[in-house]
């Protein structure tokens, strides 16, 4: 299964992010599953890739050319697709991930599952989103998609693919 992470490519300022991550990425080449992400050796996305990377997993990443001129693209990966945009970065992203992941990141990420969660509300796509809610990070927008819900902006059938974890084995889990 190719799972799609979104997460920050910085660290973030606590060290159960690194901790975090490592555990996912972990899980992600035990389980035998095949990661797509952003395509950074730096921050979270970094510790991503290493730890699949080690776990003997295969990591394939999405880098715009002006963040590879910039030299942030991991080299140690399976490998580098290199778009021109950022638009196409997430296009690509969406097309090979057959789950996605969001684990605690910044405004990216927030876009990013932000557009899958909303493929699969319109009927587009049928894929999984799952916020990785690492230590409550994620519980003010769970708490915002709620009142969405209960404003009647957003109806519970239409979060059909929406779900939350706090640990790998409930991502595991969901995703089984």
Known sequence: MNITVYLGANPGKDEKYKKGVWELGS??????H?????????GLMGVLADAVLAGGGE????EPD???RDALQHEGITQLIVTET????????????????AFP???????????AISQTKLGLS??????FNLDGYYD?????????????????????????????????????
Do not use: C, H, N
Not at 86 to 91: A, N, S
Not at 142 to 163: A, K, N, P, Q, S
Not at 166 to 173: L, S
């Open 27 to 32: 899980w992600i080449a035990a389980a035998g």
């Open 34 to 42: 095949r990661l797509i992400y952003g395509g950074s050796a730096v």
């Open 59 to 62: 990591v394939i990443g999405v």
């Open 66 to 68: 002006f963040f590879v």
């Open 86 to 101: 950022m638009q196409e970065r997430k296009k690509i992203m969406l097309e090979l991930g057959d789950v996605y992941i």
């Open 105 to 115: 990141g910044g405004t990216g990420t927030l876009e990013e599952i932000a557009e």
């Open 126 to 131: 049928d894929k999984k989103s799952i916020l």
């Open 140 to 176: 003010p927008l769970i708490e915002m998609i709620e009142r969405m819900t209960e404003e009647e902006f957003l109806f519970r059938e239409e979060r059909r693919g929406l779900f939350f974890a706090r640990t790998v084995e409930e991502i595991a889990d969901i995703i089984s």
